[in-house]
C-alpha cells in the first residue's frame, strides 16, 4: 500500500438523510507508511506551479504515484504541454512559435497588428506576467505592450482593425475607466479609448471594419439611441448609427464584408426585409437582402471570403441545397455550395483565409478526411485537410494569420496533444506522458495501487485492450488489463488496497458475480469477491483502511448492520460496523488516516457532536471530533496527509481561517493554512504527493496565477542554506557568539506543537463558526461561463445548450450558481434525463455561491443519437417546473431565462 492509497475521495453529489455515529482504534499501521514514504517535515512549496509538466483537457478526478511515475484518470481525452489559451502556431511545422505570453482564460478573439504582433480580446485576466482584463497586445518578441491596457469590465467577443483603431465588442460596460456600453474604439497605439461611443443595448459578437464604416451583430435592438435589431452600421468617426437598417428577426453572430455587400450569419430567419436561414448577403448601401440565399438549417458562427467564393462555418448540415458538415464553401454569385467538402465531425466556430489554405477552428475532432482536434488547415481546392497538425486540447474560437504565423484562441490550455482517454501516466521527471495508454471508453474516477499493480474504477467498460465492467487492474509498464476481473454493474468511486484485497465502493448492487450494495471486499490475487459484506444502503464514495478496520464515506445511512451516517468503521473481518460513530449531517466525500486521527472531507457542517464546516479531525478512537477546525466555507473533495501538512482540495474559497481558493495546505496541529496559496480558479478533485513535490487535478483553467488546465505539479522551494555555510566557516571570531543564540530558540518550537490537539473543551467556542464569511458577493471580476460563452450574474442567458452525445454514453454538465437557488432538473429533447435511481439522478441542488457543482455522468438515452439539445431549467423556489405545461421546454429553441441574480448554466460537456 503507497500513500495514495490512504487518501480517497469520491465524486458524486448527491443527497440523504442524516443521523448519528462512533468507532473503535483504526490505525497506525497508516502512520507507519506514511513515514516511510514521505519526507517527514514537507519542504515548503511553490504555489507556481512547474513550466514543463503537460495538462489535460479536461478535468482530473483521481491520481495515485508509483515508482517514477503519477498516474491520472479523469475524463479527459487529451494531455499536452501547457500553451495557456492563446498560441501562435508556425504556419509550417504547425508547433507552437516562442516566446509568447500565456493567456490565463478563453480568447474569442485576435486580429494582427501588421507589426508581428496581435491583438486579442476575451474572458481572461491575466496575460503571461502581466494583469490585462479581457483586452491585451502581444508585441512581435512575445512580451506583452506595458503601455497597451485598455482594461475592459467583461467579455470581449470580437475585434475589428482599421485606420490605427481597434474596435471592440463584447459585453463589457467600461473601457479603460470610461462607460462603453459593449462596443468600443481604443487608439491602437496608446491603448485610450477614443470618443466614439454607439453605446449598444446588447451585447456584441461581431465585428467589421472598413471604408469609414463599422458594421456591428451581436444580441442589440438598439444602437446610438435608434432601434437596430441584431445588426448596426456605425459612422467610424461619429458613432452614430447610419441609415443602414437590415432589421434582422434575431442574434448575428458572424459578419464579413465583400464587393457592395455585407454578409451576415447568426440564428436569424430573417434579415434586410426577406425570410434568410441564419445566412445573407445585405446591400451596402441600402441594408436590403440581396437575393443570393443559401439557406442554412442551423446556426452560422463564422464568415470569411475567399476567391469568389464565401466560407461559413458553424452548427449546421445544410447549406447552399446541400449536405455540408458544419464548414461549406458558397459561390458569392449564386449561394449555392460548391463542391469544396471537409465535413468537420462537430462545431466549426472560426474561419481564416490565407493564399491557398483555410484555416478553421472549432470543437471538431475530425476535418477534412482526417482525425484534426479542434484546429486545421484545409486545402481551398481540394477541401482536404493538410499535414498541418497543432492539436488543440479543447475549443479553439478566434484564428487570425500574419505572415507565417497563425494565432489561435480559445478555451483550450493546450496545444501539441496526444490521445489519451480517461488514464494516463505522467513521467515524474519530463513532466510529459510517457507511453503507457490503456484507453478507456469512459471516465476514471478512482486509482489506488497495491503489489505493483494500478488498479481504476469509474464510468468505463472497456479499458486496457478488454471488456472491464467499472474496475480493472492493469500493468503499469504494458498498459494491459490482467486476468483480474470482477466486473461491477455500476459505477466504482473508490478503491482502496487492503491486506489481500481491494476495497471498491461506489453506485454498484453485484460485483464480481454477487450482490453487494455499493461496497465489496474483492481477493487481489483472483478478483473473486470476499464474504465481506457491510451492505450500504446509498453509494460509498471514499475509502481508507487501515490494520483491522476499514474507514467509509459516502451517502449512505446505514452500512455494516447499523445506522451510519455518511461515516462508518467496518471491521475488516466480519464486515460489521464498529462502534465508532462521528454521525455526519451531509454526505463525505474525502477521508485521510494520520495515527490516531482520521481526517474527513465533504459537504457536512456537524460531524463528531461538534460544529465543523466541510472538513474534520476525528479521534480514531471515540469518534468525537478533536479541537482542529480549519472551516471550510464549501465542499472538501480530497484530502491527504503529507509529513506535518494535510492538503485540501475542493470548491472552497476560505479554509484554515484564510482566502485559499479550491486547494490549501493545512497545518495538521493547529488548522491553520499555511502560506502556500496556489489559488485554482475552478474545483480540485485529487491530490499526490512524491517527495517534496505536490500534484494537484480537477476542473481548473488557471492555478497559482498561471494557465494550467485541470492537472499542475508544485515542486519544493529550493533552499538557500547551503550558500551560507560556507561563508559563515572562514570566520572564527564569530564562532562564540552563535553558540549562544540559536540553541534555545530551536527546542522551544517543537513543545510548543502537542497542546493543541487534546482539548476536547474547545466545543463550546465551535458555535462561533457561523460563517458570515460565506457571504461574499461576486467580485467584479467574477463572471459566469455558459458552453465557453461567459456572462455578468444576473444577465438573462440562453441555456439550451447543444452537445453532440453518442448513444449510451455519459456526458458531464458543470453548473455555477452565483446565490443558492433551490431544485433543477435536466432534460434531454423535452425529457427529464433518466439515472441510475430518477429522484437522485434528475433532481439536484446547489447550496454554495459560486460553487461549480458538476452533475456527473448524466446517462444519456437510448433513443438520443448524434446532435441533440440540453435544457436547463430551474426554479427559485425549489420546485421542479411541470415538464409538460406549454412553454416550460421547446426542444427546438434555447429558453432564455432570468432569475433575479440566480443565474444557472451548463459550463461543459
Not at 151 to 179: H, K, Q, R
Request: hydrophobic share 40%; aromatic share 8%.
Amino acid at each position: 500500500m503507497d500513500i495514495p492509497s490512504l487518501v480517497k475521495n469520491g465524486s458524486a453529489s448527491r443527497r440523504r438523510h442524516a443521523g448519528p455515529i462512533s468507532l473503535r482504534a483504526l490505525i497506525t499501521a497508516a502512520v507507519s507508511m506514511i513515514a516511510l514514504l514521505l519526507p517527514s517535515p514537507a519542504p515548503a512549496q511553490s504555489s507556481i506551479p512547474d513550466e514543463g509538466t503537460w495538462v489535460a483537457n479536461a478535468p482530473v478526478y483521481s491520481m495515485v504515484s508509483a515508482g517514477n511515475v503519477v498516474f491520472i484518470g479523469g475524463s479527459f481525452r487529451r494531455v499536452g504541454p501547457s500553451t495557456g489559451h492563446g498560441v501562435p502556431i508556425d504556419a509550417s511545422t504547425g508547433m507552437p512559435t516562442p516566446p509568447f505570453p500565456k493567456v490565463n482564460n478563453i480568447v474569442y478573439a485576435v486580429v494582427p497588428d501588421r507589426s508581428g504582433g496581435w491583438y486579442i480580446g476575451g474572458y481572461f485576466t491575466r496575460v503571461g506576467d502581466t494583469d490585462r482584463n479581457r483586452l491585451a497586445r502581444i508585441l512581435a518578441d512575445g512580451s506583452v505592450d506595458p503601455a497597451w491596457n485598455p482594461n475592459a469590465s467583461s467579455t470581449v467577443y470580437a475585434l475589428a482593425a482599421d485606420e490605427g483603431v481597434i474596435y471592440a465588442g463584447g459585453a463589457f460596460s467600461t473601457v479603460g475607466g470610461l462607460t462603453r456600453n459593449r462596443i468600443a474604439a481604443i487608439d491602437a497605439a496608446t491603448g485610450i479609448p477614443t470618443a466614439w461611443n454607439p453605446n449598444a443595448s446588447g451585447t456584441v459578437r461581431a465585428l467589421a471594419a472598413g471604408d469609414g464604416v463599422v458594421y456591428a451583430g451581436g444580441e442589440f435592438t438598439e444602437v446610438g439611441g435608434a432601434e437596430r435589431k441584431y445588426i448596426a452600421a456605425i459612422d467610424a468617426a461619429t458613432g452614430l448609427p447610419a441609415g443602414w437598417n437590415p432589421d434582422s428577426n434575431d442574434i448575428v453572430r458572424a459578419l464579413a464584408t465583400g464587393e457592395g455587400v455585407v454578409y451576415a450569419g447568426g440564428d436569424f430567419t430573417e434579415a434586410g426585409g426577406q425570410p434568410r436561414n441564419r445566412i445573407a448577403a445585405l446591400d451596402a448601401a441600402t441594408g436590403a437582402a440581396t437575393p443570393w440565399n443559401p439557406n442554412a438549417n442551423d446556426q452560422v458562427d463564422a464568415l470569411a471570403t475567399g476567391e469568389g467564393v464565401v466560407y461559413a462555418g458553424g452548427h449546421f448540415s445544410s447549406i447552399g441545397d446541400g449536405a455540408r458538415g458544419r464548414i461549406a464553401a458558397i459561390d458569392s454569385e449564386t449561394g449555392t455550395a460548391t463542391d469544396w467538402k471537409p465535413s468537420a465531425n462537430n462545431y466549426v466556430y472560426a474561419i481564416a483565409v490565407h493564399d491557398s489554405t483555410v484555416y478553421a477552428g472549432g470543437s471538431f475532432s475530425a476535418i477534412g478526411g482526417e482525425a484534426r482536434n479542434r484546429i486545421a488547415a484545409i486545402e481551398a481546392e481540394t477541401g482536404k485537410a493538410t499535414a498541418w497538425n497543432p492539436a488543440a486540447g479543447d475549443t479553439v474560437r478566434a484564428i487570425a494569420v500574419q505572415g507565417g504565423t497563425i494565432y489561435a484562441g480559445g478555451s483550450f490550455g493546450t496545444v501539441g496533444v496526444v490521445e489519451r482517454n480517461y488514464i494516463a501516466a505522467i513521467d515524474a521527471t519530463t513532466g510529459e506522458p510517457t507511453d503507457w495508454n490503456p484507453n478507456a471508453n469512459g471516465s476514471v474516477r478512482t486509482l489506488s495501487t497495491h503489489d505493483g499493480i494500478i488498479y481504476a474504477g469509474g464510468y468505463f467498460t472497456f479499458i486496457g485492450g478488454n471488456i472491464r465492467n467499472y474496475i480493472a487492474a492493469i500493468d503499469p509498464t504494458t498498459g494491459a488489463v490482467t486476468g483480474w476481473n470482477p466486473s461491477a454493474n455500476g459505477f466504482v468511486r473508490a478503491l482502496e488496497a487492503g491486506d489481500g484485497v481491494i476495497y471498491a465502493g461506489g453506485d454498484f448492487t453485484s460485483i464480481g458475480g454477487e450482490a453487494r450494495n455499493y461496497i465489496a471486499a474483492i481477493d487481489a490475487a483472483t478478483g473473486t469477491v470476499t464474504s465481506w459484506n457491510p451492505n450500504a444502503d446509498f453509494p460509498v464514495l471514499a475509502l481508507a483502511a487501515s490494520g483491522s478496520t476499514v474507514c467509509a464515506g459516502g451517502e449512505f445511512t446505514e452500512a455494516g448492520g447499523a445506522e451510519r451516517k455518511y461515516i462508518a468503521a467496518i471491521d475488516a473481518a466480519t464486515g460489521l460496523a464498529t462502534g465508532w460513530n462521528p454521525n455526519a449531517d451531509d454526505i463525505v466525500h474525502a477521508l485521510a488516516v494520520d495515527g490516531n486521527v482520521i481526517y474527513a472531507g465533504g459537504e457536512f457542517t456537524a460531524i463528531g457532536l461538534a460544529a465543523r464546516n466541510r472538513i474534520a479531525a476525528l479521534d480514531a478512537a471515540t469518534g468525537a471530533a478533536t479541537g482542529w477546525n480549519p472551516n471550510a466555507n464549501s465542499t472538501v473533495r480530497i484530502l491527504m496527509v503529507s509529513g506535518g501538512t494535510l492538503y485540501a482540495g475542493g470548491s472552497f474559497i476560505t479554509i484554515g481561517s484564510a482566502s485559499r481558493r479550491r486547494l490549501a495546505a493545512l497545518d495538521a496541529a493547529t488548522g491553520s493554512a499555511t502560506a502556500w496559496n496556489p489559488n485554482a480558479n475552478l474545483t480540485v478533485y485529487s491530490i499526490a504527493a512524491r517527495g517534496g513535490t505536490v500534484y494537484a487535478g480537477g476542473s481548473f483553467s488557471a492555478i497559482g496565477n498561471e494557465s494550467r488546465s485541470n492537472f499542475a505539479r508544485f515542486d519544493p522551494i529550493p533552499t538557500p542554506t547551503p550558500t551560507r555555510t560556507p561563508t559563515i566557516t572562514p570566520t572564527p571570531t564569530i564562532t562564540p557568539t552563535r553558540t549562544v543564540t540559536p540553541t534555545p530558540t530551536p527546542t522551544r518550537t517543537p513543545t510548543v506543537t502537542p497542546t493543541p490537539t487534546p482539548t476536547p473543551t474547545i466545543t463550546p467556542t465551535r458555535t462561533v463558526t457561523p460563517t458570515p464569511t460565506i457571504t461574499p458577493t461576486p467580485s467584479p471580476g467574477m463572471e459566469l461561463v455558459v458552453n465557453g460563452e461567459a456572462f455578468n450574474p444576473g444577465d438573462p442567458i440562453t441555456v439550451g445548450a447543444r452537445a453532440t452525445i453518442p448513444v449510451w454514453t455519459a456526458f458531464d454538465a458543470y453548473i455555477l450558481a452565483d446565490t443558492p437557488i433551490g431544485l433543477f432538473s435536466i432534460l434531454l429533447d423535452g425529457r427529464i434525463v433518466p439515472g441510475v435511481r430518477a429522484a437522485a439522478r434528475d433532481v439536484k441542488r446547489l447550496d454554495a455561491p459560486f460553487e461549480t457543482t458538476v452533475l456527473r455522468d448524466l446517462p444519456c438515452p437510448a433513443s438520443i443519437a448524434g446532435t441533440t439539445t440540453l435544457y436547463l431549467v430551474t426554479t427559485d423556489a425549489g420546485r421542479m417546473p411541470p415538464v409538460s405545461r406549454p412553454g416550460d421546454l421547446r426542444p427546438d429553441t434555447p429558453n432564455v431565462i432570468t432569475l433575479d441574480r440566480k443565474v444557472v448554466m451548463v459550463y461543459d460537456m
